[in-house]
């Protein structure tokens, strides 16, 4: 399965129709630092676009090193997750993998403890959403 949802059910079908045709919106906690994310943009390429860098090696979905817990919402993945990176034991406790994600809707994502979000540059566009708040 290529979704992990947190709150309501849906079909495949559904959840795939709406990550690809539609933007979502990402929090991060504990920065508390929301953005919209563009269709067909995985959730790291969106903190990259809005000018941040969290914790991510090869932006693939085969390390691991993103690995970030889903706290709210459902996340797509366009392409299979090895479960050798993402088992079927942490998609149920609501692990992710930002660097392949695409949020359906609006999600919030808790970095892992190692991690934090880390501004580097880039622009943002006060019209497109509340990013930095």
Avoid: W
Avoid at 54 to 83: F, M, N, Q, W
């Amino acid at each position: 399965m290529n979704d992990i949802d947190c709150s309501t059910a849906c079909s495949v079908a559904d959840l795939s129709m709406q990550a690809t045709s539609s933007a979502g919106a990402v929090r991060i906690l504990p920065a508390n630092v929301r953005f919209s994310v563009e269709p067909g943009e995985s959730i790291v390429d969106a903190v990259r676009r809005i000018g941040y860098r969290t914790r991510y090696c090869c932006r693939r979905g085969g390390c691991g090193a993103c690995k970030a817990d889903l706290v709210a919402g459902t996340v797509h993945y366009s392409v299979p997750i090895a479960e050798s990176v993402l088992s079927v034991a942490e998609r149920r406790e609501g692990k992710c993998l930002p660097c392949r994600a695409h949020p359906v809707g609006e999600i919030v994502i808790r970095l892992a403890e190692r991690d934090r979000l880390r501004r580097t540059f880039g622009f943002i566009n006060p019209a497109s959403g509340d990013a930095g708040r």
